[in-house]
């Protein structure tokens, strides 16, 4: 039995649902987060959100979210969602949803038509790669998967919008495509575990809004660039794996590497590992630092919280605790200045 478990009634009640987030970190400066049905509702959350060094290590989103449509039986039935102007949600997939499920990884079930899929999504441990996989559990027919990106690529305290200087051309690599919206950011290569067919229909959808930044005074209103959709055959018992990473993958381990990657979580099962998952969250090495975050999303390195969160952190990892005060200490020590621990380091 999972320990964080959501009823149906709690999962299509936006009202509850859109105010309970996840947030996943690779543990070195990326992170993944939303709400648990997957709708945006602050301009932080991102399925891929990467510090760019050229940038001065802040952290951008660039994948902003996926639109998920199956198609059975001559119907479509779209899985994603988001919040449009006048509280007017497009699309509603968190109506599908059977299941939600927190342990080991984010996992929901939706239910359509005749069809019923699994969706997981990670992750993987210090590298800028996001995967998300779909297992087919029934489907009575033949059917097909479409899926359509939202990439942003800006900072995560700014918001974007419809523009001609957006490089909206795509090029081809294995199993996928890659692109860079705008100069000074990495190619988002965007690939399958088995070779889709990519339709190029770029587009802007604009009016996107944000409840949680607008509840907090701020502009809340975005467009995303959407390149076009990939579209793959599928039947009862298949996996399915997409990787959107900023250096290009090899296909063929992407299955493999995705077990590995969960094998080596924390089971959320109890109270303990939920805490002990947590605290990994927050220690970030990157280009041989070792640091403590301060909060997320919006917080980076801060030296005093550094030092309040350092023994709490520790605890997580008992046989590498004395491992993590000398890597910690090491990084502080390097960047004293006059005798004094900074108290802000890279957001």
């Given at each position: 039995m999972s320990y964080i478990k959501f009823e149906?009634?709690?999962?299509?009640?936006?009202?509850?649902?859109?105010?309970?987030?996840?947030?996943?970190?690779?543990?070195?400066?990326?992170?993944?987060?939303?709400?648990?049905?997957?709708?945006?509702?602050?301009?932080?959350?991102?399925?891929?959100?990467?510090?760019?060094?050229?940038?001065?290590?802040?952290?951008?989103?660039?994948?902003?979210?996926?639109d998920t449509t199956i198609v059975n039986q001559d119907k479509s039935f779209n899985i994603g969602i988001r919040k449009y102007r006048?509280?007017?949600y497009s699309p509603k997939g968190h109506k599908y949803i059977e299941e939600l499920g927190m342990e080991i990884i984010p996992s929901r079930i939706f239910r359509v038509g005749g069809v019923k899929l699994k969706h997981e999504r990670l992750l993987?441990?210090?590298?800028?790669?996001?995967?998300?996989?779909?297992?087919?559990?029934?489907?009575?027919?033949?059917?097909?998967?479409?899926?359509?990106?939202?990439?942003?690529?800006?900072?995560?305290?700014?918001?974007?919008?419809?523009?001609l200087a957006a490089n909206t051309k795509v090029e081809f690599i294995p199993n996928g495509i890659k692109m860079k919206l705008y100069e000074g950011f990495p190619y988002l290569h965007m690939q399958f575990s088995r070779k889709p067919e990519f339709v190029h229909v770029p587009d802007w959808y604009r009016g996107v809004e944000y409840i949680e930044e607008q509840k907090r005074g701020y502009d809340y209103s975005e467009d995303l660039f959407t390149p076009g959709f990939f579209e793959l055959e599928a039947g009862e018992g298949d996996v399915?794996?997409?990787?959107?990473?900023t250096r290009e993958e090899k296909p063929s381990g992407f299955k493999s590497k995705f077990t590995k990657t969960v094998s080596g979580k924390?089971?959320?099962?109890?109270?303990?590992?939920?805490?002990?998952?947590?605290?990994?969250?927050?220690?970030?090495?990157?280009q041989g630092?070792?640091?403590?975050?301060?909060?997320?999303p919006w917080f980076g390195s801060w030296g005093r919280d550094t030092f309040i969160a350092l023994p709490g952190l520790a605890t997580a990892r008992p046989d590498k605790k004395l491992q993590l005060y000398?890597?910690?200490?090491d990084t502080q020590i390097g960047s004293m200045k006059d005798g004094l621990f900074p108290n802000m380091g890279n957001p």
């Open positions: 149906k009634a709690q999962i299509v009640n936006l009202e509850f649902s859109l105010s309970r987030e996840v947030i996943r970190a690779n543990r070195a400066g990326s992170y993944s987060a939303t709400t648990i049905v997957g709708c945006n509702t602050r301009k932080y959350h991102g399925l891929l959100v990467c510090p760019i060094d050229a940038f001065g290590g802040e952290r951008h989103v660039l994948l902003s979210s996926i006048g509280d007017y993987v441990h210090y590298e800028e790669q996001y995967l998300s996989r779909y297992t087919i559990l029934e489907a009575s027919e033949p059917m097909k998967i479409q899926i359509r990106p939202f990439l942003a690529f800006r900072n995560i305290h700014e918001l974007t919008h419809a523009n399915i794996v997409f990787s959107a990473s924390i089971p959320r099962s109890n109270f303990s590992n939920c805490l002990k998952n947590a605290a990994q969250q927050f220690i970030e090495r990157r630092k070792t640091l403590i975050i301060a909060g997320y000398r890597d910690v200490l």
